[in-house]
């Protein structure tokens, strides 16, 4: 079946270092979205990747979908205390058909 | 404005008991997701449903049903619990895709379950 994987399972860092999370599909994907969850809460949406080889930035976070369609990235520069939480990447097979990845948690030395 | 409203968000049960957690969306969405999250494991869809009357088998369905009566409303059973369902369990409810592209989903706040 279809599988998400997503490394590294922790990373810690110094604040102000740069932090990126990789997530690589087993098949194709139609898209891919992304998600926060801080310590104690429930996932929230942070993007969704569409074309192949999109990048899209949000402030300081860079998402990346590869050519293939088949693995993307978030890259956060200079992370602060307030990124602190876990990333999750989810991939849609099909319409309905979603896998999440098993998330990278971040935490961050002030 | 509530959103994806989860009931309970704590219950402990005894192994062999049965219970229905709840899930409550009011922004008329089609789709609605079970997941439930297991520390290093990430979100493992249970079920889901993609309108009123529809449900389909997700990655971890077995000693799982639900239903979908009202298209608001998303139950999750559990007809004899075990501790291997000691487990956060988050609903998630999202709008039809489009050709394109898929919705965001939305998520409650979770329930957290304990089955001694």
């Known amino acids: ?110 | 404005n509530a959103g994806v409203t989860q009931t309970p968000k704590f219950r402990v049960l005894k192994t062999g008991q049965s219970m229905t957690l709840l899930c409550a969306q009011d922004m008329n969405h089609e789709y609605m997701y079970w997941y439930r999250q297991d520390p290093g494991m990430g979100l493992r869809l249970i079920h889901y449903s993609v309108g009123e009357g529809t449900t389909a088998k997700g990655e971890v369905p077995d000693g799982y049903n639900v239903s979908r009566l009202k298209k608001q409303n998303f139950l999750l059973g559990l007809e004899s619990a075990a501790p291997s369902q000691t487990s956060v369990y988050f609903c998630a409810s999202t709008g039809h895709p489009t050709e394109q592209s898929n919705q965001p989903q939305h998520f409650g706040d979770g329930t957290r379950l304990s089955i001694l």
């Open chain 1, 1 to 110: 079946g279809q599988q998400v994987m997503q490394i590294p399972q922790y990373q810690h860092v110094q604040e102000g270092e740069d932090f990126t999370t990789y997530c690589n599909s087993s098949t194709t994907l139609s898209n891919i979205q992304w998600y926060k969850q801080r310590p104690g809460g429930h996932p929230v949406f942070l993007i969704q990747l569409v074309k192949s080889g999109e990048v899209k930035k949000q402030k300081r976070l860079t998402f990346q979908f590869g050519e293939a369609k088949k693995n993307s990235s978030l890259h956060i520069t200079a992370t602060q205390t307030t990124d602190v939480g876990t990333y999750f990447c989810a991939g849609y097979s099909s319409a309905s058909k979603i896998i999440f990845g098993s998330g990278t948690r971040l935490s961050i030395r002030p």
